[in-house]
């Protein structure tokens, strides 16, 4: 006698716990349970509030099945629209540098698109670091930890074609109200972006050029709000820039190439 379908049951059970996407999430967590029981656990851990992709080990990236681990970033599918403008802007890139790497999910993503690449990619955080080394590997990947630049080998300097900076850009009296799988899952140091939410956006556009080279492009996410503020940071610190926006995302990019001049303000 065949056993009852399952499906139901878990679309039931995720639905009261308020997954919007029910159905999808059942899809995913059956296709990853081997046995009965493991499917009762990977339920108690999404029903609990972990995110989908935690329970899951892996998030969907611009094709890829990226590795997400505990108390590492989970990338969002509207930076997905970083990594196309990136694409767009300097399709013959050898050089490409993931800051603020998290997962190593943009890295991956550009190097999967570009073909054989140098690609670098670094993080402050242990787990970040250790994460983004598993999603790298197959295509070459460095991974280095550290602050921002100082975590890049010296010889990059003056060579990179692409610099990816998926910052946090979070002002820190918002955390409080993110969704609770951001907040309660996601480590602070990747959420929070300072009184404005642009203190690590100042600090990547400030150095970018130094490592940029001839014609590199340097690509932050920013919100709506913070784009115009985004694109002065950009020009003060030398940046010819622009904003790039998706609408069908809710995504805004600031692209930054060096060599540009601000007009003199008097008095300055």
Known sequence: MPLPDPRPAVVAALRAAGCVFA???????????????ELADLMDRRTRGLPLELVLGWAGFRGLRVTVEPG?????????FLVEQA??????????????????AVGAALADA????????????????????????????????????????????GRVDVLAANVPYVPTGE???????????????ALDGGADGLDVLRRVAAGAAHWLAPGGRLLVETSERQAP???????????????????????????????FSPPAVPGR
């Open 23 to 37: 159905e999808d999430e059942a899809e995913l967590l059956l296709g990853a349970a081997r046995t009965p029981g």
């Open 175 to 189: 955390v409080g109200r993110l969704p609770a799988e951001a907040r309660d899952h996601e480590p602070l140091i």
């Open 87 to 104: 694409l767009a802007q300097a399709p013959g890139a050898s050089v490409v540098v993931d800051l603020c790497c998290g997962s190593g």
């Open 72 to 80: 590492v970033f989970v990338p969002r599918r509207r930076t997905e």
């Open 229 to 259: 503020t985004a694109l002065a940071i950009f020009e003060d610190a030398g940046l010819g820039a622009r904003v790039a926006v998706s609408e069908e995302w809710s995504a805004h990019v600031v692209i930054g190439t060096p060599g």
């Open 114 to 157: 570009l073909g054989p690449v140098e690609l670098h990619a670094a993080d402050i955080d242990p787990a970040a670091v250790r994460c983004a080394r598993r999603n790298v590997a197959r295509y070459g990947g460095q991974v280095h930890r550290g602050d921002l630049f100082e975590a890049l080998p010296d010889d990059l300097r």
